[in-house]
């Protein structure tokens, strides 16, 4: 069994920065893929960045060249780094994590970019 704990959300002004975390219990090292995913208000969740075993990455293109995403094995962490947020990023944002043929969801951060 995995747990995901992310951290790291909260309030932050258009054009500022927050960096997510996530912690998972076990050696994320043998994990096939992990992953942002992201729920705004009223909206379906949707795929923010992932990051491959191989260290493959590949980003939402509402996000691209302002977050990015990266994985330390050592630590069992996958993070998110989020500049020049904007208000259409105000979501809950869950990490993901596919591990041998099972998936499995964090319980989600909330963000929140407003002046």
């Known amino acids: 069994q995995v747990q995901l704990v992310e951290s790291g959300g909260g309030l932050v002004q258009p054009g500022g920065f927050l960096r997510l975390s996530c912690a998972a219990s076990g050696r994320i090292s043998t994990y096939s893929l992990l992953a942002w995913y992201r729920q705004p208000p009223e909206k379906d969740r949707d795929l923010v960045a992932y990051?491959?075993?191989?260290?493959?990455?590949n980003y939402a293109d509402s996000v691209k060249g302002r977050f990015t995403i990266s994985r330390d094995n050592a630590k069992n962490t996958v993070s998110l780094q989020m500049n020049n947020l904007k208000p259409e990023d105000t979501a809950i944002y869950y990490c993901?994590?596919?591990?041998?043929?099972?998936?499995?969801w964090g319980q989600g951060t909330q963000v929140t970019v407003s002046s």
């Open positions: 993901y994590a596919f591990v041998g043929s099972t998936t499995y």
């Open positions: 990051i491959t075993s191989g260290r493959n990455i």
